[in-house]
């Protein structure tokens, strides 16, 4: 244990599973150790006192037998022998005859032993197995021929005893069941930090993980070819423990996130970059020749350093609206988003209207397939989507026809709108289809500005999209006569056409 920012003191999780573990497994070795015990104890006792009950019944009949029905009485001699024999199992033995007088007294041929036997009993009983009894007595009629002829009194240490042989089994049992409980709670605590490590393992790799990860992500002042020769973090998944492997998938998911936007923002930058220097280069060129005299301070100068402020400026703010566009929450969408109830439909037909002009000059067809498509969302933001779509299906689009279709994801009440833009263009590189939605990339890796904007449209379509909780794709055609961009759209106030 060590103190750290969370405490004083903690402890670890192997050493609190391994101390769980001991702890539970030597509880239910104990109790299971005390329950075989006591039964084996009734058990035994039962068996003891049958063994007793036997061993009485057998005394009379020894001792009946010594009845001579001629002379009408007991072998004295032989009872007494047989009697100080008795007294050395425990067993106290006076006979009467059939008039009720002693014919032989143990305790009065030897009382001392009788005494003795009878006190190493007890203390026997009450020091090893803690019984504490007493004298009992019982009696049992001697029969011969077809009469009583007298009577047998068995005195015994009480409710039960044992002789010698069954304490020293009894004893051996104990310990060997100590024993066993003592080697198996040992084996259990070995058990029991083997399991706790082989949990503990994956959660402090994945401990360790999440600590590289912060150490690594910490350090911006790192130039960015150190980032680059670092290697990734990654843990092993390869567990049977269904949640510890999707602990370490879950650690390496993050770390390939935060790799892949470590590289993003890189790329960002990079992209920012070579957007602005195109136009600052252009205006500090024509702002120093007209300070050197090259150039004249008149209009047609003047416009063409105004033109590319403009630009500058639209782009700083499309990076503006995308970045608060993709700050947004589920739980923050009714104020940035101002949403009214509107027909899409209508909304697409504004918006294709205003492109109408642009494709006759190209020679390109526009055409609608649309519906009655009501929907609650913000429509200024859902028709900057459009617009963006359209401006560039028109861009990569020579000729043919750009083709923009509202269906319903159901029947006849559908759970979303579904917005698609076909145009018969250039289409989309298969490699660059999983990225036309970044920020600031374009498929032309010349990244001239006559062939496209910066490539930010596409990222701020895909970003109000998601905003309304809808969803954004783009593919080729199958007969690579194009590209179709979907757009999914969810009837946020459960509107059904009617």
């Given at each position: 244990?060590?103190?750290?920012?969370?405490?004083?003191?903690?402890?670890?999780?192997?050493?609190?599973?391994a101390l769980?573990?001991?702890?539970?497994?030597?509880?239910?070795?104990?109790?299971?150790?005390?329950?075989?015990?006591?039964?084996?104890?009734?058990?035994?006792?039962?068996?003891?006192?049958?063994?007793?009950?036997?061993?009485?019944?057998?005394?009379?009949?020894?001792?009946?037998?010594?009845?001579n029905?001629?002379?009408?009485?007991?072998?004295?001699?032989?009872?007494?022998?047989?009697?100080?024999?008795?007294?050395?199992e425990?067993?106290?033995?006076?006979?009467?005859?059939?008039?009720?007088?002693?014919?032989?007294?143990?305790?009065?041929?030897?009382?001392?032993?009788?005494?003795?036997?009878?006190?190493?009993?007890?203390?026997?009983?009450?020091?090893?197995?803690?019984?504490?009894?007493g004298?009992?007595?019982?009696?049992?009629?001697?029969?011969?021929?077809?009469?009583?002829?007298?009577?047998?009194?068995?005195?015994?240490?009480?409710?039960?005893?044992?002789?010698?042989?069954?304490?020293?089994?009894?004893?051996?049992?104990?310990?060997?069941?100590?024993?066993?409980?003592?080697?198996?709670?040992?084996?259990?605590?070995?058990?029991?930090?083997?399991?706790?490590?082989?949990?503990?393992?994956?959660?402090?790799?994945?401990?360790?993980?999440?600590?590289?990860?912060?150490?690594?992500?910490?350090?911006?002042?790192?130039?960015?070819?150190?980032?680059?020769?670092?290697p990734?973090v990654?843990?092993?998944?390869?567990?049977?423990?269904?949640?510890?492997?999707?602990?370490?998938?879950?650690?390496?998911?993050?770390?390939?996130?935060?790799?892949?936007?470590?590289?993003?923002q890189?790329?960002?930058?990079?992209?920012?970059?070579?957007?602005?220097?195109?136009?600052?280069?252009?205006?500090?060129?024509?702002?120093?020749?007209?300070?050197d005299?090259?150039?004249?301070?008149?209009?047609?100068?003047?416009?063409?350093?105004?033109?590319?402020?403009?630009?500058?400026?639209?782009?700083?703010?499309?990076?503006?609206?995308?970045?608060?566009?993709?700050?947004?929450?589920?739980?923050?969408?009714?104020?940035?988003?101002?949403?009214t109830?509107?027909?899409?439909?209508?909304?697409?037909?504004?918006t294709?209207?205003?492109?109408?002009?642009?494709?006759?000059e190209?020679?390109?067809?526009?055409?609608?397939?649309?519906?009655?498509?009501?929907?609650?969302?913000?429509?200024?933001?859902?028709?900057?989507?459009?617009?963006?779509?359209?401006?560039?299906?028109?861009?990569?689009?020579?000729?043919?026809?750009?083709?923009?279709?509202?269906?319903?994801?159901?029947?006849?009440?559908?759970?979303?709108?579904?917005?698609?833009?076909?145009?018969?263009?250039?289409?989309?590189?298969?490699?660059?289809?999983?990225?036309?939605?970044?920020?600031?990339?374009?498929?032309?890796k010349?990244?001239?500005r006559?062939?496209?904007?910066?490539?930010?449209?596409?990222?701020?379509?895909?970003?109000?999209?998601?905003?309304?909780?809808?969803?954004?794709?783009?593919?080729?055609?199958?007969?690579?006569?194009?590209?179709?961009?979907?757009?999914?759209?969810?009837?946020?106030?459960?509107?059904?056409?009617?």
């Amino acid at each position: 244990m060590k103190g750290t920012r969370n405490g004083p003191f903690t402890i670890t999780l192997q050493n609190r599973l391994a101390l769980s573990y001991a702890l539970f497994i030597s509880l239910a070795l104990g109790l299971l150790t005390l329950v075989i015990n006591h039964l084996t104890g009734l058990i035994f006792n039962g068996l003891v006192k049958d063994n007793i009950a036997e061993k009485s019944g057998e005394i009379v009949r020894v001792i009946g037998d010594l009845y001579n029905p001629l002379g009408r009485s007991f072998d004295h001699a032989s009872v007494e022998a047989l009697g100080m024999h008795f007294v050395h199992e425990g067993y106290l033995v006076t006979v009467e005859d059939a008039g009720g007088d002693v014919v032989w007294n143990a305790r009065s041929c030897d009382m001392q032993e009788c005494v003795d036997v009878i006190s190493g009993i007890a203390s026997r009983m009450e020091a090893n197995f803690r019984v504490n009894g007493g004298i009992q007595k019982q009696r049992y009629p001697v029969y011969s021929g077809s009469g009583t002829v007298g009577t047998i009194i068995i005195e015994t240490y009480g409710p039960f005893f044992y002789s010698e042989t069954e304490t020293r089994f009894v004893t051996s049992i104990n310990r060997l069941l100590l024993m066993a409980t003592a080697v198996l709670t040992l084996f259990s605590i070995g058990i029991s930090v083997l399991l706790s490590r082989a949990i503990a393992r994956p959660v402090n790799k994945s401990a360790e993980a999440a600590r590289q990860l912060a150490k690594r992500f910490r350090r911006r002042e790192a130039p960015a070819a150190d980032h680059a020769r670092s290697p990734a973090v990654s843990i092993p998944d390869r567990y049977q423990t269904r949640e510890l492997a999707e602990l370490s998938r879950s650690i390496n998911a993050l770390a390939e996130e935060l790799e892949a936007g470590e590289r993003r923002q890189r790329q960002l930058i990079i992209d920012i970059a070579h957007e602005l220097r195109t136009p600052l280069a252009c205006l500090q060129g024509d702002i120093e020749a007209m300070i050197d005299g090259v150039y004249r301070p008149d209009r047609e100068h003047l416009e063409s350093c105004h033109e590319e402020i403009v630009r500058l400026t639209g782009l700083v703010q499309d990076l503006t609206t995308l970045t608060a566009l993709e700050g947004e929450g589920p739980s923050e969408l009714s104020k940035p988003l101002h949403k009214t109830g509107f027909d899409l439909a209508k909304l697409l037909q504004g918006t294709a209207d205003q492109f109408r002009a642009a494709a006759g000059e190209k020679g390109i067809a526009l055409n609608l397939r649309l519906r009655e498509s009501p929907v609650i969302a913000d429509y200024d933001r859902l028709k900057q989507v459009f617009i963006n779509l359209l401006a560039n299906a028109l861009t990569y689009t020579d000729r043919g026809s750009i083709t923009v279709t509202v269906e319903g994801a159901g029947d006849a009440s559908p759970a979303c709108w579904i917005v698609s833009v076909a145009d018969t263009g250039i289409g989309i590189p298969e490699g660059d289809l999983p990225r036309i939605f970044e920020r600031l990339y374009r498929s032309d890796k010349s990244r001239s500005r006559s062939t496209g904007g910066a490539g930010i449209g596409l990222a701020i379509a895909a970003a109000i999209v998601h905003a309304h909780g809808g969803t954004i794709g783009a593919e080729n055609r199958r007969d690579g006569s194009g590209s179709v961009f979907r757009v999914e759209l969810p009837l946020l106030s459960g509107i059904r056409p009617g």
